[in-house]
């Protein structure tokens, strides 16, 4: 059910979610937005991370997973208590302090990509996606993207493997802004840029707190998509409300479109 005002103004801009919106879930993608999903991606990752250093002679462990582990799910306690985002290069320094690793700004900035390599490599989009994308960009509206993630090349590396990059100006990650969502501030970075005021612009994602309470705070719509389970949304249904529900990324496009057609 959608819940508007009958005199909200012309929509000209959407700002997509990436991860759970956009991208499939597959259960693994922990390590793009903190640790509310399933720990699979920062196994996987970790391991990458560790083959690449034993291959460079570095000092690799038993205890050397759980170090990086730890040193992830440090910044994203960090994070998520102060709203301020820590990054993965945080994560790197920490966790080569305690394994005896290079700590100079070049070994930690490789170390960073690194670790995400096998992400990037794993990741999909949804299959409507793109069908969705090139619907709004036919309405005339503008396509923008705010993604919480530890490091802005994850982002940039699955928006180029995926082909999702060309449809959207700004791409905005925490990691580059430096707040995660629903920091008001983030969502204002993307209309400023489009110089729209917020009430003219609609969120799509898949989080309740940061997607919906973001966008409202701001004075934007948010529709709410549900193709998979978000357990981070248990308990706070209540507190925020979409404007509308959808399905699949080709609902919300459609939900979009009435919504031009009653503006």
């Known amino acids: ?9 012309l929509l000209q801009g959407v700002i997509f979610d990436l991860f759970g919106t956009l991208i499939r879930p ?40 759980e170090v990086v582990r730890e040193a992830r799910r440090w910044i994203w306690a960090e994070t998520n208590a102060t709203g301020r985002q820590l990054l993965n290069r945080d994560a790197m320094a920490r966790a ?24 990037v490599g794993m990741v999909e989009a949804y299959p409507d996606s793109f069908d969705a994308l090139v619907a709004l960009r036919e309405m005339g509206l503008r396509l923008g993207l ?10 940039a590396g699955v ?11 700004p791409i905005v990650s925490s990691a580059g802004y430096g707040r995660i969502k629903p920091d008001p501030g983030i969502f204002r970075c993307v209309v400023d840029r489009w110089r ?32 998979d389970p978000n357990p981070h949304n248990v308990g706070i249904a209540k507190e ?24």
């Open 159 to 169: 928006m180029a493997r995926t082909g999702l990059a060309p449809y959207f100006d």
């Open 196 to 227: 729209l005021p917020a009430e003219r612009c609609v969120m799509v994602g898949d989080t309740l707190d940061a997607d919906v309470g973001g966008a409202h705070a701001v004075g934007m719509r948010a529709i709410l998509v549900t193709m």
């Open 26 to 65: 597959q259960r693994l993608h922990v390590s793009a937005v903190g640790p509310n999903s399933s720990d699979a991606f920062e196994d996987v990752n970790t391991a990458g991370l560790l083959r690449w250093a034993a291959a460079r002679g570095l000092p690799t462990s038993p205890e050397a997973a």
């Open 240 to 263: 925020f409300v979409p404007d509308a529900g959808a399905g699949s990324l080709k609902e919300a496009a459609e939900i979009i479109r009435r919504w031009m057609d009653r503006d």
């Open 1 to 9: 059910m959608i819940i508007r005002p009958e005199t909200a103004p």
């Open 96 to 119: 080569a302090e305690r394994l005896g690793w290079p700590r100079d700004d070049t070994f930690l900035d490789e170390a960073s990509g690194v670790f995400f390599q096998p992400e």
């Open 146 to 155: 705010i993604s919480n993630a530890s490091d802005h090349g994850l982002i």
